[in-house]
Nanobody, 128 residues
Framework: QLQLEESGGGLVQPGGSLRLSCAAS????????IGWFRQAPGKAREAVAC????????SYGDSALGRFTTSKDTAKNTVFLQMNSLKPGDTAVYYC?????????????????????WGEGTQVTVSS
């Protein structure tokens, strides 16, 4: 069974950057698009970004456009989320998960449903 583990969270000042990692184990993540999600206290979970299973395509939610970039290192079985120009509103627990609905290797879809094999999450706090 696929297992995903996030890392790289922490405390950063507004305007700073962080790079999150989502490492896959158990089985290869090559067959799955990987999505990034976040949930702030008292708020609903939000779909942030995704990368296709072949790593060549990515999509972003409105909150991530122009500031976040997701990529995939197939050799390392790891997906990354580079977050720049961070704002206090980006404070949340960030999760990665695998898309069990999408059967195509060249696209991914930013949505909440259809994702599974959730990691435990990593806390990102943006504060001065």
């Amino acid at each position: 069974q696929l297992q995903l583990e996030e890392s790289g969270g922490g405390l950063v000042q507004p305007g700073g950057s962080l790079r999150l990692s989502c490492a896959a184990s158990g089985v290869t993540s090559d067959n799955y698009a990987i999505g990034w999600f976040r949930q702030a206290p008292g708020k609903a979970r939000e779909a942030v970004a995704c990368v296709s299973s072949n790593g060549r395509s990515s999509s972003y939610g409105d909150s991530a456009l122009g500031r976040f970039t997701t990529s995939k290192d197939t050799a390392k079985n790891t997906v990354f989320l580079q977050m720049n120009s961070l704002k206090p509103g980006d404070t949340a627990v960030y999760y990665c998960a695998a898309d069990r609905i999408n059967t195509r290797s060249d696209i991914c879809v930013v949505r909440l449903w259809g994702y599974d094999y959730w990691g435990e999450g990593t806390q990102v706090t943006v504060s001065s």
